[in-house]
């Protein structure tokens, strides 16, 4: 047998390998971006004003959803209740921002988005195409800030992910991804690859 063809097995066999070990956990995760919801607050600039009332849109804006999302049982029912409230989702916004004297205006829509792989306090969320509750403001051209609404794990004050009891929305497949991050960084890696190539594939679509 050639050299070239021995490299070329023995290159199958690695890719087989490697599916073989990250087909169960890629299913987890298209599983977990299906039951999550997000929010993404984008500011108008990364000025020290817009990256501040950043931040107060987003209190008001979660105080908001918590009223209208608390009873959701899904991420499924909590993007309905949020796309029936994006006009008061909208509204709690622009009120801050006139609070603060900002002549500039927000836009709340729900929308699909690719979100690279994120961390926060002791959570991950794996790379990948999420449903987003998404509030821009003025010309969203600043830093964002992201949280999850659906599981209910950034109210009231989006302090952290740490909240063990809403965790419980996701199945257990589903919290071993979003809190296994240490064990498994390698298919965190192959994951986000394999995520970053598809969306790239669709965009040129």
């Known amino acids: 047998m050639k050299k070239t063809e021995i490299s070329l097995l023995a290159a199958f066999a690695l890719l087989a390998a490697l599916a073989a070990f990250q087909i169960p956990f890629s299913r987890a995760c ?5 039951d999550t919801l997000r929010l993404h607050v984008v500011a108008n600039s990364d000025s020290e004003a817009d990256q501040a009332v950043k931040l107060a849109v987003r209190d008001a804006v ?14 499924a029912e909590a993007a309905g209740a ?3 409230g994006l006009k008061e989702l909208s509204d709690a916004a622009n009120e801050t921002l006139a609070a603060g004297g900002f002549s500039y205006s927000a836009r709340a829509r729900l929308t699909e988005m690719y979100f690279e ?3 926060y306090g002791e959570a991950t969320l794996p790379a990948g195409v ?9 010309e969203a051209e600043g830093k964002n800030w992201w949280c999850v609404v659906y599981p209910a794990l950034c109210y009231p004050a989006a302090e952290s992910l740490e909240n063990k009891e809403a965790l419980e929305a996701y199945s257990e497949e589903e919290r071993e991804v979003v809190e296994g991050k240490k064990e498994l960084r390698f298919k965190f890696k192959l994951e986000e690859l394999i995520q970053s190539l598809r969306a790239r594939r669709e965009a040129e679509d």
């Not at 298209?30 to 299906?34: A, D, F, K, V, Y």
């Not at 979660?62 to 991420?75: I, M, N």
């Open 30 to 34: 298209e599983q977990l971006r299906g």
């Open 62 to 75: 979660l105080e908001r959803a918590a009223e209208r999302l608390t009873d959701a049982r899904s991420a």
């Open 82 to 84: 949020a796309e029936l």
């Open 117 to 119: 792989e994120r961390s």
């Open 130 to 138: 999420y449903t987003a509750l998404r509030v821009e403001l003025g």
